[in-house]
T-cell receptor, first 114, second 115 residues
């Protein structure tokens, strides 16, 4: 069974603070995605990382992929109320049984207070 | 390009009924996956279709089925609905053809409530 552990489950912070969300697995990913989801809507893709050690930046968001491709992190600098939402990591495992399948973490509910 | 569309957005059914949900992928995407999202279990993979063939299936009972048409549009069906089937059903499409999935793009979902 391929499991993706995401932490923390909840984050409540003040505007301007920094935060990091972690995503870990015992299995190797062929790729890993980070999504953000608003209530009642579908997840919106933020980034895809493929190469071990890869770092991608999207404005105030920094995504890292572990060297062994088993873990990833999302760091937000100077959080704003507009960052509030559910953040999901999702991994794709290589292999014939993985067609079209992403394995999702449980998600991190982020609340940024003004 | 238009995104993934799902219809209907909301559905209310009673136990024992059946339901059909529809998904139109991004133009050119031939892979369509379905997921169930609940507060307790998060997002769980139901199945994936590519060129009208189911290539992968998650751990759900046979009451959950799907199909894909030649234009890549997909439907999923749930028969003999149970209260526990209440969830947000998400469809995602991808341009990947092989097993090395890189990214999927999700629709807005269909909120199914079973009474």
């Amino acid at each position: 069974t391929q499991l993706l552990e995401q932490s923390p489950q909840f984050l409540s912070i003040q505007e301007g603070e920094n935060l990091t969300v972690y995503c870990n697995s015992s299995s190797v990913f062929s790729s890993l995605q980070w999504y953000r989801q608003e209530p009642g809507e579908g997840p919106v893709l933020l980034v895809t990382v493929v190469t071990g050690g890869e770092v991608k930046k999207l404005k105030r968001l920094t995504f890292q992929f572990g060297d062994a491709r088993k873990d990833s992190s999302l760091h937000i600098t100077a959080a704003q109320p507009g960052d509030t939402g559910l953040y999901l990591c999702a991994g794709a495992y290589a292999g014939g049984t993985s067609y079209g399948k992403l394995t999702f973490g449980q998600g991190t509910i982020l609340t940024v207070h003004p | 390009k238009a995104g993934v569309t799902q219809t209907p957005r909301y559905l209310i059914k009673t136990r024992g009924q059946q339901v059909t949900l529809s998904c139109s992928p991004i133009s050119g995407h031939r892979s369509v996956s379905w997921y169930q999202q609940t507060p307790g279990q998060g997002l769980q993979f139901l199945f994936e279709y590519f060129s009208e063939t189911q290539r992968n299936k998650g751990n759900f009972p046979g009451r959950f089925s799907g199909r894909q048409f030649s234009n890549s549009r997909s439907e999923m069906n749930v028969s003999t609905l149970e209260l526990g089937d209440s969830a947000l059903y998400l469809c995602a499409s991808s341009s990947q053809t092989g097993s090395s999935l890189k990214e999927q793009f999700f629709g807005p979902g269909t909120r199914l409530t079973v009474l």
